[in-house]
């Protein structure tokens, strides 16, 4: 079974506003990932957090993470028409694989 | 760098066909990560290598599907014989070291079997 879920599946704004999806897992974890996905497209990683680190910044995004409601959130600031795409969160646990959630579609409008 | 690179980019073949996809990681990557993605079930870990060496084939759906790494810049996927819920895209990744670190994708092989 998939290990992360994210909320909600999808999600439309305006452009300049920002983006916050969530993702939700069951079980313990070394590391959670964050990826993007264009249409038609390979995923391009954004942002690793672990499992002792509780925030990270990228440029515009921004990730949490929350071990003891075992939740981690993407928050993308000041949204672009290019910030369209699917973002997946990824995690790592004792399996040593990493498992996909089923994405969020972001939608941004000009 | 080019990044992982995977041919073909598109198969079309027919049920029952051979299909081998390829694919060679970014240069200096000790491990290689084959995945399936379908609408109905998302993103799946088929197979993944470490220094070459198969560490956990437990994604792999069944017998038809099998796959190689010969050497640190080269892998594929083979699918014998094919079948029409084979039909996906089968995206090839690679990381410096496992898990731990992040993983670069290819652009992936768009396979129909018809």
């Known amino acids: 079974s998939q290990q992360g879920e994210e909320d909600p599946q999808a999600l439309s704004i305006q452009e300049g506003e920002n983006a916050t999806m969530n993702c939700s897992y069951k079980?313990?974890?070394?590391?959670l990932q964050w990826y993007r996905q264009n249409s038609g497209r390979g995923l391009v990683h954004l942002i690793l957090i672990r499992s002792n680190e509780r925030e990270k910044h990228s440029g515009r995004l921004r990730v949490t993470l929350d071990t003891s409601k075992k939740s981690s959130s993407l928050l993308i600031t000041a949204s672009r028409a290019a910030d369209t795409a699917s973002y997946f969160c990824a995690t790592e646990g004792n399996t040593g694989k990493l498992i996909f959630g089923q994405g969020t579609t972001l939608q941004v409008k000009p | 760098d080019a990044g992982v690179i995977q041919s073909p980019r598109h198969e079309v073949t027919e049920m029952g066909q051979e299909v081998t996809l390829r694919c060679k990681p970014i240069?200096?990557?000790?491990?290689l990560f084959w995945y399936r993605q379908t609408m109905m079930r998302g993103l799946e870990l088929l197979i993944y290598?470490?220094?070459?060496?198969?560490?956990?084939d437990s994604g792999m759906p069944e017998d038809r599907f099998s796959a190689k790494m010969p050497n640190a810049s080269f892998s594929t996927l083979k699918i014998q014989p094919s079948e029409p819920r084979d039909s996906a895209v089968y995206f090839c990744?690679?990381?410096?070291?496992?898990?731990?670190?992040?993983?670069?994708f290819g652009p992936g092989t768009r396979l129909t079997v018809t």
């Open positions: 079980t313990s974890i070394n590391n």
């Open positions: 990744a690679s990381s410096l070291a496992g898990t731990d670190y992040e993983q670069y």
């Open positions: 290598f470490n220094n070459n060496v198969p560490i956990d």
């Open positions: 240069s200096g990557h000790n491990s």
